[in-house]
């Protein structure tokens, strides 16, 4: 028989179990291979060199930063780039291989992101990608650059639920940095459908041709006299960029045929600056006159309404007087139920004294200050002044005539009513005396 004994059981027995020895030992590798780690300690055995440069002046941005990676990492896997394979499975030729080093200049943001972009290769394959919005349009280039497709995948993605009102001038003004038209036509998209919900400021603060895009969008939504304001803004910020044509092209009759009172005169000098000399029907200088014209009428119309009044001659003119009087006061006055005057009710007040309004009314337009608009009407050319008040003039003459001819009327209906009734009481008092 041979006996059988069990190491624990024999103190003669030898230690088969690996004693680590601390001094030689270096944890520093991790778990984990990892770009991050010391090149001797991991054995990187690639170089990447990226360097930020501007794309206008093609000068440095700052300091080119070394990524000391693994070949085995970045050119192999489900996460692999596909343009570093190439390169590490092409002849040895190529410069290179010469010093394992590859030497890339980038856009300033996607250099930034560039780790991000490493990071995501060194993971597993179930590793979530965790960026935010400025990283995405930077890192979508990169990852179709280096033809790093699972990254591209999940960038997109990003962008689809990330892609909002707040969020599309971004991606806008970074799709148009990397010439990604895919992501310029999508941003375009939901600003266009949207555009009165964005900031008007990040719509100022576009390029020309990015701005124009979204005007001239099929997907436009947007009120007319809310984009003469979005027009007007953008052309005060871009005012060394804009021309007559570009002006015509912001402001066409098609999508803006009414303007927004508080920028009516501000383009009307524009037009006139730009040397924009069109003065037909429905051309930018006469919509901006009838939208003056119409703002001016009102206070224009009540001197009018006064001195035709006042220069009616004779007793005829004076019985006339009386008459628009009477119907002045009888259109005027409120409607009743039964004795009491409904209008005549002290107005509600809510418990802090304030008047109580209805919730559902729509709050007033903006009023233009009277000191606004003659300090922008004595900016104007003397012509353009001259035709302004014409214009204005008018208008009030047309709507003095028109509540003229409205009181004339309702003169002779009261006239008529009162001949009836006097002609009926006159009846009744001859029948009374055949009796």
Known sequence: KTSTTTTSNNPNSIELEHQPNSSNDDDSIGDQLSWRLDPKVS???????????????NKKTSS?????????????????????????RSPSALSEHIDSTSKISLDPNAADVF?????????AHNVPLDIITPQAPPLRFLASYFDVRPLLHDVNNFIRKDLSCTTAPIYLA?????????????????????????YIGFLAALPPHLFHRVVKSP?????????????????????????????????GEDMMPEIIEEEAMFL????????????????????????CAALWKENLARPLKLSM???????????????????????????????????????????????????????????????????????????????????????????????????????????????????MRMGDRQKSSRF
């Open 115 to 123: 780790p991000i972009m490493l990071d995501y290769m060194y993971s």
């Open 309 to 423: 009044t006042d220069h009616s001659g004779g007793g005829g003119g004076r019985e006339r007087r009386k008459s628009i009087e009477y119907v002045e006061r009888r259109s005027s006055s409120p409607v009743t139920v039964g004795e009491r005057s409904v209008s005549s009710l002290p107005p509600q007040t809510s418990p802090s004294g304030r008047k109580k309004t209805s919730s559902r009314s729509s709050p007033p337009p903006p009023q233009v200050s009277a000191s606004k608009q003659i300090a922008a009407y004595k900016n104007l050319p003397p012509s353009l002044q001259v035709e302004l008040l014409e214009s204005a003039l008018c208008c009030a003459l047309e709507d003095v005539d028109i509540a003229n001819q409205s009181k004339e009327n309702e003169i002779n209906r009261l006239y008529t009513e009162r001949n009836a009734k006097t002609n």
């Open 174 to 198: 970074e799709g148009d940095v990397y010439h990604d038209e895919n992501l310029i036509d999508l941003a375009i998209r939901v600003i266009a459908e949207n555009v009165e919900g964005i």
């Open 43 to 57: 054995f990187s055995d690639w170089t990447i060199i990226v360097t930020p440069v501007d794309a206008d002046t």
């Open 268 to 291: 009307l000098k524009l037009s006139a600056d730009l040397g924009i000399d069109e003065d037909g029907e429905g051309s930018l200088k006469r919509r901006c006159i009838q939208t």
């Open 64 to 88: 080119s930063v070394e990524y000391h990676v693994h070949r085995s990492m970045i050119a192999v896997g489900p996460r692999r780039s596909k343009y570093f394979s190439s390169i590490m």
């Open 219 to 251: 997907k436009l939504r947007c009120k007319s006299s809310w984009l003469s304001k979005i027009v007007s803004e953008f052309c005060r910020t871009q005012e060394e960029l804009i021309d007559g044509e570009m002006l015509l092209e912001l402001t």
